[in-house]
């Protein structure tokens, strides 16, 4: 039978603007989050962690929002930049295994 | 510190070949994972160690595939006899913690 490749989310988005990359996880025993960045040909890239505890974090450019009840992450960068662009993946850790979520590419449009 | 050194960068080989792909963890660090990157599956766990002991290898395919971590330093994932569903992109990375920090990757071509 045919084979289908993984499709990705895309997100495209006009530089300047702010970006929202959105993640759903399954593991309500998760305590810990992080968001991943990976370009072409590279592995993926720590960006920023959460911990169950809190509900938001802020980095440079970048901010994660956890909300628990529903099992939802988001990734918030701000003034997206064309070295933006790449795949970014969620991944949830509830002991010493991390589970990554499927991904979502961005695109940064000039 | 040069992060998660892997090598090599590019492998290609014939089916039925052995094939072993090397990982060097950040020193300090006591987590060491193996995942693998297809179209197909995304990222997936292979096995991971703490403290050089293997806690849980449920996420390797068959028994073609093992690996080792003899020391702190150097782990390795062998795959024999290889197949061409097994090429991929196999990333190892490493951990303090909670967070893990990636290698460049490995990319695998079986023909």
């Known amino acids: 039978g045919e084979s289908v490749g993984l499709h990705l989310p895309t997100l495209s988005v006009q530089e300047g603007d702010n970006s929202i990359i959105n993640c759903a996880y399954s593991?309500?025993?998760?305590?810990?989050f992080i968001w991943y960045k990976q370009e072409s040909g590279k592995g993926p890239q720590f960006i920023i962690d959460?911990?169950?505890?809190?509900d938001k974090r802020q980095g440079q450019r970048v901010t994660v929002l956890l909300n628990k009840t529903v099992k939802h992450l988001s990734l918030q960068i701000a003034a997206t930049q064309p070295g933006d662009s790449a795949v970014y993946f969620c991944?949830?850790?509830?002991?010493?295994?991390?589970?990554f979520g499927p991904g979502t590419r961005l695109s940064v449009l000039p | 510190d040069a992060g998660v050194i892997q090598s090599p960068r590019h492998e290609v080989t014939e089916m039925g070949q052995e094939v072993t792909l090397r990982c060097k963890p950040i020193?300090?660090?006591?987590?060491l994972f193996w995942y693998r990157q297809t179209m197909m599956r995304g990222l997936e766990l292979l096995i991971y160690?703490?403290?050089?002991?293997?806690?849980?290898d449920s996420g390797m395919p068959e028994d073609r595939f093992s690996a080792k971590m003899p020391n702190a330093s150097f782990s390795t994932l062998k795959i024999q006899p290889s197949e061409p569903r097994d090429s991929a992109v196999y990333f190892c990375?490493?951990?303090?913690?909670?967070?893990?920090?990636f290698g460049q990757g490995t990319r695998l071509t079986v023909v």
């Open positions: 991944a949830e850790n509830s002991g010493q295994n991390f589970v």
């Open positions: 160690f703490n403290n050089n002991v293997p806690i849980d």
């Open positions: 020193s300090g660090h006591n987590s």
């Open positions: 990375a490493s951990s303090p913690s909670r967070e893990a920090f």
């Open positions: 959460i911990r169950s505890n809190m």
């Open positions: 593991n309500s025993a998760s305590d810990y």
